[in-house]
């Protein structure tokens, strides 16, 4: 089933009259909150510390999608590196994803190749690891190419995959041979029919026949699978599957966004699920929010009860 009003939210996140008025809203930030524990990393690493009570592990990401010169993408290193300091300090179970544009590969993909390795360096001191996020179809090529390249030199290191991408199939079964690490997720940009599935049902087979594909055939003692999804009813159906197939659950790792379904993300670890829970933060949330809001019905409900409780007065 095609959602025309998805694609009106993600039309809008990207959108640059829209990204410069809405976020001034108080209803708009107010929604923002349900998603994100605040601007600050110390807001999303007391969020962290929280989630640990639970059994519950961290990743983060900074927000943002680009930069416009070498040194805005220095000063996002730099702030990634002190912030694997800090993961460190506090004795966390995190990890960090970051965005290829947001370490400058749109000003020249070697900055963003060295960034990348700087903080995979220092990931490695304080025994943790880095992500790559996956951007628009226009940037897989590159993305894969920087992650190709780290991954021979920090095994540890991941990539995120989007299952609603026609190419995804070809590029799991290249990347698994390398022991590559895979968060799948769904994939929450606006593309054409004929580089993504437009269907949410296609989409959700895509992602569950790609789960169940990856576990057959990476090598056990190499790779990480993810599952990178909100989609409780899907991965309760992946786990059945595939523990049907012979896997356990520490063979695999649930991740979801801070802010949904928290709920059932501390049940799932109750469960014996290992989870992840993805923190963002930052002041450049605007695009980030309007996917989160296009991904599904309820989060369009929360921002407009907040538009309605701005707009009721206070009882006399």
């Given amino acids: 089933m095609v959602d025309p009003f998805r694609d009106v939210l993600l039309w809008a996140s990207s959108n640059r009259v829209l990204a410069e008025h809405l976020p001034r809203f108080g209803f708009v930030r107010a929604t923002v909150r349900r998603f994100m524990p605040g601007e600050e990393p110390e807001h999303a690493l007391a969020a962290a510390q929280e989630l640990r ?9 900074m927000l943002g999608e680009g930069v416009r010169d070498v ?3 220095d000063g996002v290193v730099e702030h990634y590196l002190g912030l694997l300091d800090d993961i460190a300090a506090r004795g966390l ?13 749109d000003l020249d993909a070697r ?9 995979a360096e220092r990931a490695r001191e304080r025994s943790t690891r880095v992500w790559l996020d996956m951007e628009q179809s226009s940037y897989v090529d590159g993305t894969i190419a920087l992650y ?3 991954l021979a030199a920090f095994p540890d290191s991941g990539i995120c995959l989007q299952a609603y991408l026609h190419r995804t199939p070809q590029d799991v079964a290249d990347l698994l041979p390398l022991g590559a690490s895979i968060r799948f997720v769904k994939g929450a940009y606006r ?3 004929s580089v993504a599935l437009q269907d949410r049902r296609a989409v959700a087979a895509a992602y569950r026949a790609l789960a169940l594909a990856s576990a057959r055939t990476k090598d056990p003692e190499r790779g990480r699978l993810v599952l990178g999804t909100h989609d409780v009813e899907l991965v309760r159906r992946i786990d059945r599957e595939l523990r049907a197939q012979g896997n356990t659950r520490d063979d695999v790792e649930i991740e979801m966004l801070y802010g949904i379904r928290a709920a059932d993300q501390i049940a799932l670890a109750r469960e014996g699920f290992r989870v992840r829970t993805l923190i963002a933060y930052g002041t450049h949330w605007y695009p980030w929010f309007m996917r989160r809001l296009a991904e599904r019905p309820a989060n369009v409900l929360s921002a407009l009860r907040n538009l309605v409780a701005r707009r009721t007065p206070a009882p006399s």
């Avoid at 009570?53 to 990401?61: E, P, R, S």
């Avoid at 179970?93 to 590969?105: C, Q, R, W």
């Avoid at 900055?111 to 903080?119: H, P, T, Y």
Wanted: a negative charge.
């Fill in 111 to 119: 900055v963003a190749a060295a960034n990348i390795a700087r903080l």
């Fill in 93 to 105: 179970d995190a990890e960090i994803s970051v965005k290829p544009t947001h370490l400058g590969y």
């Fill in 53 to 61: 009570t639970h059994d519950v592990a961290a990743a983060f990401t």
């Fill in 148 to 150: 190709r390249e780290l």
């Fill in 71 to 73: 040194h805005q993408a």
């Fill in 191 to 193: 593309e054409p029919a």
